[in-house]
Nanobody, 129 residues
Framework: QVQLVESGGGSVQSGGSLRLACVIS????????KGWFRQVPGKEREGVAT???????TYADSVKGRFTVSQDVAKNTVFLQMNSLQPEDTAMYYC???????????????????????WGRGTQVTVSS
């Protein structure tokens, strides 16, 4: 069983910065893929950034150039440095993990899946104008 605990959320003014951390504990065999997601009440959850064990990274277009995802593999911790925060970044931020590989129909993809399987409880980020 895997547990994810996020921290680092808070309230900042527009243009400010926050650094989120996600500590992963337990059976980490299936945590090759790690991601940060966010959700605003009444809206669909949005992918923010992903990083895999090899260090391959993806970002949502809305955060490119402002957010940086990183990891400390030895400490099983994933970080999200968020700079130049804007009110539209206000959301609950979740850390999630998934094993490498997934099936789409009969085809196997040896990459991080579109759906992550294990989630933390989230940390709130609020940006005021």
């Amino acid at each position: 069983q895997v547990q994810l605990v996020e921290s680092g959320g808070g309230s900042v003014q527009s243009g400010g910065s926050l650094r989120l951390a996600c500590v992963i504990s337990g059976d980490t065999v299936g945590t090759y893929c790690k991601g940060w997601f966010r959700q605003v009440p009444g809206k669909e959850r949005e992918g923010v950034a992903t990083i895999d064990r090899d260090g391959d990274i993806t970002y949502a277009d809305s955060v490119k150039g402002r957010f940086t995802v990183s990891q400390d593999v030895a400490k099983n911790t994933v970080f999200l440095q968020m700079n130049s925060l804007q009110p539209e970044d206000t959301a609950m931020y979740y850390c999630a993990t998934a094993p490498l590989g997934y099936y789409s129909g009969a085809y196997y993809h040896r990459s991080c899946p579109p759906q992550y399987t294990t989630w933390g409880r989230g940390t709130q980020v609020t940006v005021s104008s």
